[in-house]
């Protein structure tokens, strides 16, 4: 699985839109992008991937550059309980119903201030 | 549904012993993987069940193994513990038609003293 570059910490006004960036320069054409998200003390929650085209659902939305070698997850009304560590993840296709192992990285700890 | 459930929460061992943690998945999930997480190594993949055969390891000793119920409840044990054990042990499942969304349980954390 390719390699992802994070920055350790960000901060966020709560109400404000949160966007966390992600390198992954070696991505292959067939990896995924995954984000997953940790707050603390509890086990990692899944919230969002893509391949190429930008996606969006109820928690965020991921944008992937064209070239695909970084990605951005936007949170666009950041509260205080999105205080969390934020997992980029690539990896790739899934196939066959199993699970595939994740690989976390160091992660983004995003503080959301009042 | 009832998510992911793991139990015992909250497990003390001294070293030498052996422990057994228990995940249930998601019911109608059958894909159940095991995960290591402590503050210097991050999260691990220890292993994966699917329809109680395992499908992959993650590059731990054999004193790691697991099992997979007909129910698709899943079992982790850990032989002659060590202090480097202490961990986060977390277990994730997806359904059939979902995989790449895994949901993970609260985890069992992991003391050998």
């Known amino acids: 699985d390719a390699k992802t570059t994070q920055p350790p910490s960000m901060d966020c006004a709560e109400g404000r839109a949160a966007n966390l960036p992600c390198n992954h320069s070696?991505?292959?054409?067939?990896?995924?992008v995954y984000w997953y998200r940790q707050i603390h003390s509890q086990g990692p929650q899944y919230i969002i991937h893509?391949?190429?085209n930008n996606e969006t659902n109820e928690m965020a939305s991921l944008i992937i550059t064209e070239d695909r070698k970084s990605s951005t997850l936007i949170l666009p009304h950041a509260t205080l309980r999105d205080t969390a560590v934020y997992y980029c993840?690539?990896?790739?296709?899934?196939?066959?119903?199993?699970?595939?192992?994740?690989?976390f990285g160091k992660g983004t700890l995003l503080t959301v201030n009042p | 549904k009832a998510g992911v459930t793991q139990t015992p929460r909250y497990l003390i061992k001294t070293r030498g012993q052996q422990v057994t943690l228990s995940c249930s998945p998601i019911?109608?999930?059958?894909?159940v993987s095991w995960y290591q997480q402590t503050p210097g190594q991050g999260l691990q993949f220890l292993f994966e069940?699917?329809?109680?055969?395992?499908?992959n390891k993650g590059n731990f000793p054999g004193r790691f193994s697991g099992r997979q119920f007909s129910n698709s409840r899943s079992e982790m044990n850990v032989s002659t513990l060590e202090l480097g054990d202490s961990a986060l042990y977390l277990c994730?499942?997806?359904?059939?038609?979902?995989?790449?969304?895994?949901?993970f349980g609260p985890g069992t954390r992991l003391t050998v003293l």
């Open positions: 994730a499942s997806s359904a059939w038609d979902r995989v790449d969304e895994q949901f």
């Open positions: 070696t991505i292959s054409g067939n990896e995924y």
């Open positions: 893509g391949l190429k």
């Open positions: 993840i690539v990896r790739g296709v899934n196939s066959g119903g199993s699970n595939y192992k994740l690989t």
């Open positions: 019911s109608g999930h059958r894909s």
């Open positions: 069940y699917f329809s109680e055969t395992q499908r």
